[in-house]
């Protein structure tokens, strides 16, 4: 399983982002791409501990469902409504936020993965493993989403 703790799939992911440009056509869903890179770095400031989220209970944060969900089951397309806090940021100039992204990947990287992380708002309790793979996989998840 791929994780940002990984350099070789941060660079992957970096990779992909600048693949893709202010125009970029989605494939599913209903953000365009511009809110799609805004809705990233909202949840990289999340996962860093920028900005907490208040959390919302429900299945997601139960042990079992929570592995399955992050380590196993693929996300469904554009059916699956993140919590209120990943959608703050209101997208601005393309090079500064996708500059922006691209740094929080990178400050995740250097992060210690056995240190204390902040709880996910849907999640709930994660270690840095749940938090590396978590965001692989919602970044590589967004990116296809975009063709990237």
């Not at 042990?63 to 554009?78: D, F, N, S, T």
Request: charged residues 20%; positive net charge; contains cysteine.
């Amino acid at each position: 399983m791929k994780s940002l703790f990984d350099p070789h799939a941060r660079a992957e992911i970096i990779r992909r982002m600048r693949s893709i440009g202010p125009e970029s056509p989605r494939r599913w869903g209903r953000m365009d791409v511009t809110q799609m890179v805004a809705h990233l770095t909202d949840q990289m400031h999340h996962t860093l501990g920028d900005y907490p989220c208040a959390p919302v209970p429900g299945l997601l944060s139960i042990p079992p469902v929570k592995w399955l969900a992050i380590y196993v089951v693929p996300w469904p397309r554009g059916r699956v409504k993140g919590p209120p806090g990943a959608f703050l940021r209101k997208p601005g100039e393309w090079d500064e936020d996708i500059a922006e992204l691209t740094g929080l990947v990178e400050r995740f990287g250097v992060c210690d993965a056995a240190g204390s992380w902040p709880n996910h708002a849907l999640f709930g309790r994660m270690s840095g493993r749940d938090w590396g793979v978590f965001c692989y996989k919602h970044q590589n998840h967004h990116l296809s989403q975009f063709g990237a």
